[in-house]
């Protein structure tokens, strides 16, 4: 069994005798594992940091094999976000979320194409708003999407301003009535063509967190990241 492909590098970890455990974030294979010679190598260390792409191929005798990788590194990400310690915890919280949401072996084209969009912004202006947005893409294809487009007590596609937190659905204030305290805020910039100021920036890392962590991480049964957090409270 036999696979190339330009891939998003998520994790390293040593396996013994210089060899490293790595896992990337394909285009046309989702996340997969596998075993890189020399990867625990000094020489190595520097072009191996989360986020950097690699032309990556990946062999095995047997597709149930955890297989090995052969890789040319095509472009780091974390030297030059060195000196933007926000840019830096966005990128960990990237490669940790997509490494702990999927499962393996699973393609996700349009995740993929939309996290590649995105550690590329890194560091430039709006990239939050970007974040934001990944997140509910994640979620979407995780298969936890939200329904912001429409209301769901009255079905306008106008005004909409809260969402539910127990079935992700929007809700106009005249939907919401007396339950409005109970529901979350659903910033204007999450809307189509919309931007997120600060405050909106916020709630929307609230409104995706309240799902990542109630439906996906309870689906897991387990936590979500620690890298997230790390990069909410300094948005925060």
């Known amino acids: 069994m036999e696979w190339r492909d330009e891939a998003i590098l998520l994790t390293t970890r040593p396996l013994g005798?210089?060899?490293?455990?790595?896992?990337?974030?394909?285009?046309?294979?989702?996340?997969?594992?596998?075993?890189?010679?020399?990867?625990?190598?000094?020489?190595m260390a520097p072009l191996l940091q989360p986020g950097a792409q690699l032309d990556a191929t990946w062999r095995a005798r047997?597709?149930?094999q955890l297989g090995a990788f052969t890789i040319e590194p095509l472009r780091g990400r974390a030297g030059p976000l060195l000196a933007d310690r926000l840019a830096l915890l966005g990128l960990g919280a990237v490669c940790a979320l997509t490494r702990y949401a999927l499962p393996e072996r699973q393609p996700y084209p349009e995740l993929y194409r939309h996290t590649l969009a995105l550690l590329d912004r890194l560091g430039q202006h709006?990239?939050?708003?970007?974040?934001?947005?990944?997140?509910?893409?994640?979620l979407e294809e995780t298969g936890y999407g939200l329904d912001l487009g429409q209301c769901a007590v009255t079905g306008a596609t106008e005004g909409l301003a809260y969402v539910s937190p127990r079935t992700g659905r929007a809700v106009?204030?005249?939907?919401?009535?007396?339950?409005?305290?109970?529901?979350?805020?659903?910033?204007?910039?999450?809307?189509?063509?919309?931007?997120?100021?600060?405050?909106?920036?916020?709630?929307?890392?609230?409104?995706?967190?309240?799902f990542l962590t109630d439906w996906?991480?309870?689906?897991?049964?387990?936590?979500?990241?620690?890298?997230?957090?790390?990069?909410?409270?300094?948005v925060a």
């Open 216 to 234: 996906l991480a309870r689906a897991m049964d387990k936590p979500l990241p620690e890298a997230r957090a790390r990069l909410v409270r300094a």
């Open 126 to 138: 709006g990239w939050l708003h970007d974040y934001a947005l990944w997140e509910l893409t994640l």
């Open 172 to 210: 106009t204030p005249e939907g919401a009535g007396d339950y409005a305290a109970r529901l979350l805020p659903l910033p204007n910039g999450l809307k189509i063509g919309g931007t997120l100021d600060a405050d909106d920036l916020r709630a929307a890392l609230a409104l995706s967190g309240h």
């Open 62 to 64: 047997l597709d149930s």
């Open 17 to 43: 005798e210089g060899t490293a455990l790595i896992d990337v974030f394909s285009g046309l294979h989702g996340r997969y594992a596998g075993a890189l010679r020399g990867g625990a190598s000094r020489k």
